[in-house]
């Protein structure tokens, strides 16, 4: 029987090692929302691990009775400096004035309106409710109906929906083995698997978890 003979020829092998993790989003990839002056939560509209669409609304806010307060005061301010300034003006044309007070009172008004105009345009005064910017996943809400939320605190973060991976974790033993680039398949723990997702490892560190 004829037998086919040729050079030892080694394939390349492979090995597979299973690592279970959840889904994050990206580095850098995490939208949260806030507001820049004291507000009041009246309700929240989504719940952790919700997915949204852009410009849906996420939670319903009304300033508080300190923001309130400083824009009667800004109010207040920006009217009495705009008489001010009416006054030194028919001054300066009876040369009772010189135009030094002129500028003074010129640049008390300008920036009496300033602060006025740019609490009007934060919404300070009205209830406003807050929406999504980018379509994504709800990852964490920081309040509740009827909390006191300081300036510039967070409230909702969101995951921009199309820039999420998986954050796995490895026996150590099988760390040197792992490496930038490396194909690796995705599939749900308790659903059906059907036809797994294929990607590639970014980042091996080396943080040990409990």
Do not use: F, M
């Given at each position: 029987v004829p037998v086919p003979t040729g050079p030892p020829r080694l394939p390349p092998l492979g090995a597979t090692s299973p690592a279970y993790g959840r889904i994050v989003a990206q580095p850098g990839e995490i939208r949260v929302l806030s507001l820049p002056y004291e507000s009041i939560v009246h309700r929240v509209l989504v719940s952790t691990g919700e997915q949204i669409a852009a410009g849906a609304p996420l939670v319903e806010m009304d300033a508080s009775q300190g923001a309130r307060l400083q824009l009667h005061e800004a109010q207040a301010i920006s009217s009495a400096a705009d008489e001010a300034l009416k006054q030194v003006q028919e001054e300066y044309q009876q040369r009772l004035a010189v135009k030094t007070q002129l500028q003074q009172a010129q640049h008390a008004?300008?920036?009496?309106?300033?602060?006025?105009?740019?609490?009007?345009?934060?919404?300070?005064?009205?209830?406003?409710?807050?929406?999504?910017?980018?379509?994504?996943?709800?990852?964490?809400?920081?309040?509740?109906?009827?909390?006191?939320?300081?300036?510039?605190?967070?409230?909702?973060?969101?995951?921009?929906?199309?820039?999420?991976?998986?954050?796995?974790?490895?026996?150590?033993?099988?760390?040197?083995?792992?490496?930038?680039?490396?194909?690796?398949?995705?599939?749900?723990?308790?659903?059906d698997p059907g036809k797994p997702v294929v990607g590639h490892v970014r980042l091996v560190t080396r943080q040990v978890t409990p």
């Open positions: 008004a300008q920036a009496a309106q300033l602060r006025l105009s740019t609490l009007e345009k934060q919404g300070v005064g009205e209830t406003r409710t807050e929406k999504a910017r980018a379509s994504g996943i709800v990852t964490r809400i920081a309040v509740q109906a009827g909390q006191l939320v300081a300036a510039g605190s967070p409230l909702i973060d969101v995951a921009i929906g199309d820039r999420i991976e998986a954050q796995l974790g490895i026996e150590p033993e099988d760390v040197p083995y792992v490496h930038d680039g490396d194909s690796i398949e995705l599939t749900p723990v308790h659903l």
